[in-house]
């Protein structure tokens, strides 16, 4: 698992748009065929009632850039589902995860190809979830929830084509929210970087500082807003949408005016490449090449950083994300395990995914040495191993920091589809190249956002 990818799980980076019209998980055709997305599937797939069948069959399961480091651990997961099903088959697909993932993944499902099994994000769920091509694994297995925390199985529930919330993911690993940063980099700026700042704007006041420190020759911070919204208006308490999920509010927030205003001044002062702007490119190279002051908020990617560049590592600590309005730490956007409602052998694939993500699978996982991330299960959670981290290298201070904050996390995130994230990042990007006031971005992207909402986007 790539530092690039793990961040990118916190943020989808491509717009996905699918049409409402004629998908959803609903009922058959006049020839007695049940349809999920527009593609025909076995009835049992969709609508009420547990899923029955025999756990026999072929399935394709489908991860992102997991079999170069983790393939003898996968490997051995698949090798003991198919044995303890005999007349199983898992396929195990490793997608790039490269900058068309989601669109490639939404070609898939529209051609009814999809994976059976298959790793997806907040944003790809809401859309998929919207489309009718994801499995309702609450409805089809009503003890489904039992192995995961309350507040992460919370979080694995998406919105249908008509608006009810389902669950058709399953949580599978959180990876945790923190400051990365270049020591050498903050003292250069007269930034103490032993004392984080407590909130999102005491943040963006000391990237200014690196900004007038650095006089261009690197920077504090990355330019896409696409990396903080909605997780900065979360963490600031902004309320992002109505209680309905129907309608955009964050407009009505001065706060949000004031956070576009700040994202301006930023990159006006050289507080971030210019050229970033519009990039989907995380800070991982530039931070490991010594010209980003702060890194990924993924704890990750602090492997990554002493894998790629040992000496930047040895500048490198991590801290606290600003806890903000918010009170306490966000858990970040889990990873999820999702079910296509197209899958021909859905029996096995539900099968498969629940074993994937049950406790001692997921224990086996984090606790790897080349990962910092956590579970989502309650026994999982309660391990010695993530109650008790030790360590002083920045890694193991990952790990405890991040472990000490899941106690008490919060797991409320707001999902945008892709279409609506999109609609407000483009607005807030003519905001940061003066082409609009920040007020006149705000006003217009939640009115863009509301439109795409009442499209069912």
């Given at each position: 698992m790539r530092a690039k990818r793990l961040t990118r799980t916190l943020t989808c980076i491509a717009v996905l748009s699918l049409a409402a019209t004629g998908c959803g998980l609903g009922g058959g055709s006049d020839s007695g065929d049940a349809t999920a997305g527009g593609c025909k599937v076995d009835k049992g797939n969709v609508g009420s009632g547990k899923l029955t069948g025999d756990v026999k069959g072929t399935i394709t399961f489908q991860t992102t850039n997991l079999k170069k480091d983790f393939g003898d651990f996968f490997n051995g997961v698949i090798a003991d589902f198919q044995k303890a099903h005999p007349g199983t088959k898992v396929k195990w697909i490793d997608d790039p995860g490269d900058n068309t993932f989601t669109s490639r993944t939404v070609a898939d499902a529209q051609?009814?190809?999809?994976?059976?099994?298959?790793?997806?994000?907040?944003?790809?769920?809401?859309?998929?979830?919207?489309?009718?091509?994801?499995?309702?694994?609450?409805?089809?297995?009503?003890?489904?929830?039992?192995?995961?925390?309350?507040?992460?199985?919370?979080?694995?529930?998406?919105?249908?084509?008509?608006?009810?919330?389902?669950?058709?993911?399953?949580?599978?690993?959180?990876?945790?929210?923190?400051?990365?940063?270049?020591?050498?980099?903050?003292?250069?700026?007269?930034?103490?970087?032993?004392?984080?700042?407590?909130?999102?704007?005491?943040?963006?006041?000391?990237?200014?500082?690196?900004?007038?420190?650095?006089?261009?020759?690197?920077?504090?911070?990355?330019?896409?807003?696409?990396?903080?919204?909605?997780?900065?208006?979360d963490q600031m308490g902004i309320k992002v949408l109505s209680g309905d999920g129907k309608s955009a509010v964050f407009g009505d927030d001065p706060r949000t005016t004031q956070w576009v205003a700040w994202m301006a001044k930023l990159y006006k002062e050289g507080a971030m490449p210019k050229d970033s702007l519009s990039s989907s490119n995380d800070p991982s190279t530039l931070y490991s090449q010594g010209k980003v002051a702060y890194g990924s908020t993924n704890p990750s990617f602090v492997r990554f950083v002493k894998q790629n560049s040992p000496s930047v590592y040895a500048k490198t600590a991590v801290g606290q994300q600003p806890y903000d309005a918010l009170g306490v730490a966000s858990a970040g956007a889990p990873q999820y395990i999702s079910v296509a409602a197209t899958s021909k052998h859905a029996p096995v694939a539900l099968s498969f995914a629940e074993f994937l993500t049950n406790a001692e699978n997921q224990t086996a996982w984090c606790k790897d040495p080349a990962v910092v991330i956590f579970p989502t299960t309650t026994e999982s959670l309660s391990d010695p191993f993530f109650q008790n981290a030790t360590g002083s290298d920045p890694f193991s201070q990952a790990r405890k920091l991040v472990a000490d904050q899941l106690k008490t996390a919060s797991t409320n995130q707001t999902n945008l589809s892709p279409a609506v994230q999109n609609a407000i990042v483009s607005q807030v990007q003519l905001a940061m190249q003066g082409k609009k006031s920040p007020a006149d971005a705000v006003k217009d992207a939640q009115e863009k956002a509301n439109e795409l909402l009442k499209q069912g986007s």
């Open positions: 051609a009814c190809t999809m994976a059976d099994v298959i790793n997806v994000n907040a944003p790809t769920a809401t859309a998929l979830t919207k489309a009718g091509y994801l499995l309702d694994i609450g409805t089809k297995d009503p003890d489904a929830a039992k192995p995961f925390v309350p507040s992460f199985w919370k979080t694995s529930t998406f919105a249908n084509a008509s608006g009810t919330a389902i669950h058709t993911t399953l949580p599978w690993y959180t990876g945790g929210v923190l400051l990365t940063y270049n020591k050498d980099l903050l003292e250069k700026a007269g930034v103490d970087p032993a004392k984080p700042p407590t909130s999102i704007f005491g943040l963006f006041a000391d990237y200014e500082k690196v900004a007038k420190a650095a006089d261009g020759k690197y920077f504090a911070t990355m330019a896409n807003p696409i990396w903080r919204i909605p997780a900065d208006f």
